[in-house]
């Protein structure tokens, strides 16, 4: 399928459910940024005690401080992918296009917005 510009003020959804999705994802993005402040604490925390720790370091601490760091990089990294999707989504309602496929310039069911606010796909555009 070919992409199609979606028209500007084409949003098959009311104005109410307009305000119950932008209110889902002004929450969703409130959630990432609190998530995105937990992670950078928890890596600014791994961070110092290694600073602090003048002893030598096992390496068995050291590995799992390694992997947890990992694992904290790629959660701040979801997160901010998420935030990104979510700003999408908002501006899609400032043009008054949300709730359409970009792929298909179909609604998108209200099912999926209601799983996953910042949907910008149709279910039949991902088959």
């Known amino acids: 399928m070919s992409k199609q510009k979606t028209p500007i003020n084409n949003t098959p959804l009311s104005e109410k459910e307009i305000k119950y999705f932008k ?8 959630k990432a940024n609190s998530k995105i ?3 950078q604490e928890s890596l600014n925390q791994i961070r110092d005690s290694e600073n602090q720790s003048a002893q030598a370091h096992h390496q068995g601490d050291l ?7 990992e694992t904290l990089l790629s959660h701040l990294q979801k997160q901010k992918k ?3 999707k979510i700003t999408v989504a908002l501006d ?7 709730g359409v496929c970009v792929v298909t310039g179909k609604p998108i069911q209200k099912e999926r917005l209601e799983a996953i606010p910042y949907a910008i796909h149709s279910v039949d555009a991902l088959e």
């Open 63 to 69: 590995g799992t401080s390694e992997s947890r760091r």
């Open 92 to 98: 899609r309602i400032a043009d008054g296009n949300y």
């Open 23 to 30: 209110s889902k994802l002004e929450e969703e993005m409130n």
């Open 82 to 84: 998420k935030i990104e």
């Open 37 to 39: 402040e937990e992670f």
